[in-house]
């Protein structure tokens, strides 16, 4: 008797302590999606709890694939995409915000001082036509080519393929296919013969490689000199409603806060 | 207390646990029919005999999937699974042969020759060795020892020799099969060296008696007697690496790749990632249908293959049950 009274008292507090103010308060805004806007999306999440005292919205990550394919299906309210709409692909009925704009750099080993790229090179190399660095004017590297990308469902794939290779070209089939922005950062590092290419927030630690002349820097970006730049989207099934629309016209709204942390390693766009 | 009424507390026990191993039961089928039934399209898109067949490069028809329509009736299903098979059966049969070979000759030294001492820290250690949860080796083997095999056991040479066809980098079928071989010995030398230790005292003796030495006694006798046990060892241990995900998505390559035996030496360094590392590798994308219903084919196929182990090594153990132990 006295086991089970113990028993109802502790549910009783668990519901009350854990259930009931969650039904209270408003659900967080959902998010799921594409690795390389992560650090942005995390930081305005925080910030926007901050200045609004809404709940903080919950950011996941997936790839930009796997964002659009959950909000499509009413799993998350707000999908990440790190690449533009794909018309036949896409699910219909998605609605397209442009959050801001992102640095796409090529990136090598950091023993590889290789300092520029032209478009014909990148091509040539991560098609597979070039295969030894002693083929590459400036590179530092010796030996075979290690070439990286990403799975097929990377935003940053597709904007690679877009921006570097065009419509036609097609990364080698024999390239090392990563999983995250993370797992390409490392597979990079930790290989001398290295080359891939990720969000230009992830290029620390390694060498990133200027693109037709010009750095691969924030400044560049900004200013758009560096032609590797792709949207950052957040993706809403129909327009944005509720909870979701908040957030997303508070990060496209230009105050101050969002385009302080926008412009630390982004490209303002609102 | 109105419900615990006498004489009948056993009955009651009985129904109860006979209850919850019927749910256990239930759920398990649940599991199986879901799976192959999500499975089902993967399968009969390709045919039940070309989906296992070798047929172009494994990772552009995983992108073909992905990348094809999404509206349901137009969904992209080709696929040939050849590469990954092969290198699960690859991964898993040598880890296991070689594992196998190992942990026998560490039980019989445990067990016949070890000094008490050291045998009871190598008891508790062996176990302890086989719960490591699986990521950890995943990330000793990506941070620590593929770097340091593709800068010191890969020559240029050696990358240049299969350049047209696959780039070596240090992840591979030699590094994925020597970690899943640490992973899965310390549960075989556990099992085996149980078994050892309950052979009958006076077998043994007896064959001492004889003037039979004690490695040959152990060799003749108890290792005999042991058979069921290894066999049941190996199974176990065979499992456990095909369901091996984690690390092996890590460590064994990113690349769809069916290993060639014919390029000698350098298939050690060629990557070779298994069916339940390719799940773990695109399971982001599960919200897809298409992909989600290849992936399930993935897990019918290693379903099925756990369960004609289970049914090899219990026919496998048959003919020895008569002057085995267990």
Redesign the interface.
């Known amino acids: 008797?006295r086991m089970t009274r113990t028993a109802l008292v502790s549910l009783i507090a668990i519901f009350t302590l854990g259930v009931l103010p969650a039904v209270a308060s408003a659900r967080a805004v959902l998010l799921d999606g594409s690795t390389s806007m992560f650090p942005l999306v995390t930081q305005l999440a925080t910030a926007y709890h901050k200045a609004t005292h809404q709940p903080a919205p919950h950011v996941g990550q997936?790839?930009s694939?796997?964002g659009i394919?959950?909000v499509?299906?009413g799993?998350v309210d707000i999908a990440d995409v790190s690449r533009d709409p794909i018309i036949?692909?896409?699910?219909p009925g998605l609605r397209f915000t442009k959050v801001a704009r992102d640095g796409v750099c090529v990136i090598t080993n950091p023993s590889n001082h290789l300092t520029n790229i032209s478009q014909q090179l990148v091509q040539e190399i991560f098609t597979g036509q070039i295969?030894?660095w002693s083929e590459v004017p400036g590179a530092t590297a010796?030996?075979?080519i290690?070439?990286?990308q990403r799975?097929?469902?990377s935003g940053t794939q597709d904007a690679f393929q877009n921006i570097f290779l065009g419509e036609t070209l097609k990364i080698s089939?024999?390239?090392?296919?990563?999983?995250s922005e993370g797992t390409m950062r490392?597979?990079v590092i930790?290989?001398?013969?290295?080359i891939g290419f990720t969000s230009f927030d992830f290029t620390p630690g390694t060498n990133a490689v200027g693109y037709q002349g010009i750095p691969c820097t924030l400044r560049n970006a900004k200013s758009g000199q560096y032609l590797g730049v792709r949207n950052f989207w957040m993706v809403t099934k129909g327009p944005p409603k509720g909870a979701a629309a908040k957030f997303i016209n508070w990060v496209t709204s230009g105050n101050k806060v969002t385009k302080k942390i926008i412009a630390s390693d982004w490209v303002v766009v609102h | 207390m109105p419900w615990r009424s006498r004489g009948k507390p056993d009955q009651r026990a009985e129904l109860m646990l006979g209850a919850l191993s019927v749910a256990v039961l239930v759920l398990i089928a649940l599991m199986t029919l879901t799976v192959f039934a999500k499975a089902w399209p993967s399968f009969s898109h390709n045919g039940f005999i070309s989906w296992f067949l070798p047929g172009g490069d494994v990772d552009q028809q995983i992108k073909a999937i992905e990348n094809g329509p999404k509206t349901a009736g137009h969904y992209v299903y080709h696929l040939r699974a050849w590469p990954l098979l092969w290198a699960t059966m690859l991964t898993t049969g040598l880890a296991v042969l070689f594992g196998l070979v190992l942990s026998i000759l560490a039980a019989i030294f445990i067990v016949e020759f070890a000094p008490p001492p050291l045998r009871r820290v190598l008891d508790p250690v062996v176990r302890l060795l086989a719960g490591v949860p699986s990521v950890l080796y995943g990330l000793i083997g990506i941070l620590v020892l593929a770097p340091w095999i593709n800068a010191n056991l890969i020559s240029n040479g050696r990358k240049e020799s299969v350049e047209n066809v696959v780039q070596l980098n240090g992840n591979g079928l030699g590094l994925a099969t020597l970690i899943l071989m640490v992973m899965i010995t310390p549960i075989m030398v556990s099992l085996i060296a149980g078994a050892l230790g309950a052979v009958p005292k006076s077998w043994t003796e007896g064959s001492a008696a004889l003037g039979v030495n004690r490695w040959r006694t152990t060799w003749r006798v108890s290792l005999r007697t042991a058979r069921p046990a290894i066999i049941a060892a190996a199974v176990l241990a065979t499992g456990r690496a095909l369901g091996e995900a984690i690390m092996l998505a890590m460590v064994a390559g990113g690349r769809g790749f069916a290993p060639n035996l014919l390029d000698g030496f350098t298939v050690v360094f060629e990557p070779a990632r298994p069916l339940a590392a390719t799940i773990i590798q695109n399971f982001e994308e599960l919200g897809d249908p298409p992909l989600a219903q290849t992936l399930y084919a993935f897990a019918a196929v290693l379903l099925i293959s756990t369960a004609l182990l289970s049914l090899a090594g219990w026919a496998a153990k048959q003919p020895l049950k008569r002057y085995g132990i267990r």
């Open positions: 008797m997936g790839t694939g796997a394919t959950d499509a299906a799993r036949g692909v896409d699910p295969r030894s010796s030996g075979p290690d070439l990286f799975v097929a469902s089939p024999a390239a090392d296919a990563e999983e490392q597979a930790s290989d001398p013969n290295g």
